[in-house]
């Protein structure tokens, strides 16, 4: 069994605890918070289990270090302490674990990584002989591994678009949703999110990475932005009121181009509720949330993924593909040699000695 710590129990942090508890080769040896409302509470109820895995929640991590784990899942967030969440990872690599992380941007595409985010780790590989694998849903599985699969099932292959259509009234994070997407704000706020190159930091490395699969040569990548106020004063259950005028949709694209033509997409079409841009691609079923792949080529293919979690939402089920796609590489890492790895270096596999298995 590899002994596995979680590292916040958030959004993915609580997928993460579901996960580990629920794969063969994996023993939960403990979990890291920050909140002090959370030390000593036990992971299973952390998680939303209905049963406690006698594992207390703790804020010490020197001591879940120096324990010496397989394997680290760092659930806690990058999006606004980037440099923070690098030194932590770099911390748990050169302490000889396996990091497994959706939180650091530019090492989801570590070949063309800036000089300092890739050096410290490849710095705490060489002294610690720990490991590091980047990745999630969006970006991440959703344009990395998804598109890439289907892409082979075709003869000809003209262009790939990936998608992410989401309500995201159902995100779990309104501070991330007002204020770094801008939802909510007047038009003329401009949300860090959104602001001219960011677009590209975060999902320029999945465009790289479907180039180099694909064996592509990008001649760039580009940005395109729409935005939609909303018509009327909108109500959500989870995050109150959005007033009329303000921000209500968003539109972008981060674009590979190829032969100066846009032959690698990235999309996002956000909404905070589903009458603003009602022209714009939603959910076949009309639902909050979906991830699609669509090949143009011959044949043209079109796959659609739906994840639920934690009551049915979609939300939630994104975030839970995220974390399963992280700590079922856990086992392969292990036995690889130590390095920093990328979505074309680690497997997608089956869910392996999980078939009908039920969670304490």
């Known amino acids: 069994m590899i002994s596995t710590v979680v590292w916040g129990t958030g959004n993915v942090g609580r997928a993460a605890i579901r996960a580990v508890e629920a794969h063969p080769a994996l023993e939960l040896a403990a979990v890291l918070v920050h909140s002090p409302g959370k030390v000593g509470r036990d992971a299973g109820e952390l998680a939303g289990l209905e049963s406690h895995l006698g594992v207390a929640a703790t804020d010490d991590v020197d001591a879940v270090l120096a324990a010496g784990p397989g394997a680290v899942v760092y659930a806690a ?24 992380t959706p939180a650091l941007y530019a090492l989801y595409e570590q070949r063309g990584a800036p000089a300092e985010f890739r050096d410290p780790v490849l710095a705490a590989v060489a002294s610690g002989g720990g490991s590091l694998f980047v990745s999630g849903v969006d970006p991440g599985w959703g ?98 009121e959005f007033a009329a005028g303000t921000q209500g949709a968003v539109r972008f694209e981060v674009q590979g181009i190829v032969g100066g033509e846009p032959r690698i997409v990235i999309e996002h079409i956000t909404r905070i509720h589903p009458s603003c841009a009602p022209d714009w691609p939603a959910p076949p079923d009309g639902g ?58 680690v497997p997608l596999r089956p869910a392996a000695g999980r078939l009908g298995r039920k969670q304490s």
């Open 77 to 100: 967030s990058g999006d606004i302490r980037p440099d923070e969440a690098l030194a932590d990872v770099v911390r748990a690599v050169g302490a000889g674990a396996v990091v497994v």
């Open 143 to 240: 344009n990395d591994v998804l598109p890439l699969l289907v892409s082979g099932l075709g003869a000809t292959v003209d262009a790939i678009r990936c998608q992410e259509i989401f309500d995201y009234s159902t995100y779990g994070q309104e501070d991330s949703v007002r204020h770094l997407i801008g939802m909510g704000h007047p038009m003329e706020y401009e949300p860090l999110m959104l602001a001219p190159s960011i677009p590209t930091m975060v999902w320029g490395g999945q465009i790289r990475l479907m180039a180099r699969a694909l064996g592509a040569e990008l001649d760039e990548i580009r940005e395109a932005l729409e935005r939609r106020p909303l018509d009327a004063t909108v109500a959500t259950r989870t995050m109150g």
């Open 288 to 345: 909050d949330g979906a991830h699609r792949v669509i090949v143009e080529g011959r044949p043209r293919i079109e796959v659609t993924v739906e994840a639920t979690d934690e009551g049915e939402n979609r939300s939630a089920g994104g975030n839970a593909t995220a974390a399963g796609r992280l700590v079922n590489a856990i086992d392969w890492l292990v036995d690889a040699e130590p390095g920093l790895y990328d979505a074309l270096d």
